[in-house]
Every structure is written in C-alpha cells, then in structure tokens.
C-alpha cells in the first residue's frame, strides 16, 4: 500500500536561514503526484508546491522548493530564508496513482518553529 | 471567493446523538472528499466522491455517511456519534481526471471541530 513517512514531529529554524522538511514515500506506480501542504495554528489547509512524478525538474514556489529524489522516493521540502510566518504545521502528501477521483494520502506532518 | 465552505464550525455532541456535516463548493469542482485530521495522524479519507450522484469510501469510513445530490454539496453525517469521532473534520474539493487544470491538489474548507462526549 501507498504510504507517506516524515520523520521529524518538530524542527527549529534561526529565521532568514533555509530548513529542510523530509519527506519519503512509497509506491509501486510510476505516475503519482507529491504535494506540500502547510496548516498555521489557525488552522487551515495551504497548498504550496506540486511535483509530478515525470518532471524532469523540482519544483519550485517562491521561497518552497520540493527535492525530489525519485530513486530514493523522498520529496522533502525546502523553505529558503525562513519567515516568522512560516511556523506551522507541515505536510507531505500523495495523490494515490491511477485511482478515479485522486485519493490523496497524508504523511504526519512536521512541525516547524522559526526562532526570532 | 468562496471556495469551499464548512458548516458548522463547531459542534459538541453526546455520544448516540445524530448531526450532518455540510460542505459547498463554488469552484464547479467535479471531486469532493471529507478527511479528519487527528493528532500525530495526519489526514485521513473517510469518504469522497467522483460526480453527482456517486460516492466511496475511502481510509476510514466506519460510523461515517455521505451523500452529494447536488454537484457542490457534499454532506458527511454521523448516525450515532462516539467519543472515537471526535476529531476536526476538512471538506476538500478538486477539479475531475478530464480537466486540464487539475494535478489533484486539493481545495480546502476551514475545517469543522467535532467533540463527542
């Protein structure tokens, strides 16, 4: 079965520098997709990088950019130049491939701290 | 913009009451999932829906119905709620496989904070 692992329940950041948030998946299909989502105290889902398993580069938004390792299956994210406003809850998810309505599965999710 | 929209907010039931969670979106999206977020757990599928008309489960659907007449609703409700369902309830929404847009991210309402007691 599909699954979504994130190691680290919490990680601290010195704010303006980069952090990086782990991210391994598994799947036995060629084609899914991987995701980012970040969740603020108050509370809401924020979609922020998609990549493909057939791009042939990462993807990048902004200050987000997803590392992708296909043969290691990891998606880990990088946040450069932390901001105050990037402590959250972060996480890592799949579209399940090849199935009608794009079931999407959740890792755990990281919680990240950035420090003044 | 709308969006997805949750309803209610909040909700505190005791166990073996009954309540329907509504959600609605305006994007004209063709897919609807209910997910409940649980902590150290993340987002789990109970349920979700393809079209008007259809739906399936999905992770964990036990205790759990929906229903969608309409294209933008998508209603989850609880029959006879337990201490195990308390959870925040997430209502997303995605455009269908045929559109071109769509990579399968997910739009999401404001959550829903149920507490069974």
């Known amino acids: 079965a599909q699954k979504i692992t994130q190691t680290q329940p919490g990680m601290f950041v010195q704010e303006k520098e980069a952090v990086t948030l782990d991210c391994t998946y598994d799947t036995s299909d060629p084609s899914y997709g991987l995701f980012w989502y970040k969740q603020p105290s108050s509370g809401e889902m924020i979609f922020l990088i998609y990549q493909g398993s057939y791009d042939q580069q990462n993807a990048t938004e902004g200050r987000y950019s997803l590392n992708f390792q296909k043969a290691r299956k990891s998606a880990n994210l990088v946040i450069s130049a932390s901001q105050l406003g990037d402590s959250a809850m972060y996480f890592c998810a799949m579209r399940e491939p090849n199935t009608g309505g794009f079931k999407t599965i959740f890792g755990a999710g990281t919680r990240l701290f950035v420090k003044a | 913009n709308a969006g997805v929209t949750q309803t209610p907010k909040f909700r505190v039931l005791k166990t073996g009451q009954s309540m329907t969670l509504l959600c609605a979106q305006d994007m004209n999206h063709e897919y609807m999932y209910w997910y409940r977020q649980d902590p150290g757990m993340g987002l789990r599928l109970i349920h979700y829906s393809v079209g008007e008309g259809t739906t399936a489960k999905g992770e964990v659907p036990d205790g759990y119905n929906v229903s969608r007449l309409k294209k933008q609703n998508f209603l989850l409700g609880l029959e006879s709620a337990a201490p195990s369902q308390t959870s925040v309830y997430f209502c997303?929404?995605?455009?269908?496989?045929?559109?071109?847009?769509?990579?399968?991210?997910?739009?999401f309402g404001e959550g829903s904070r149920l507490t069974v007691l």
């Open positions: 997303a929404s995605s455009y269908g496989d045929r559109d071109l847009l769509n990579t399968g991210e997910l739009f």
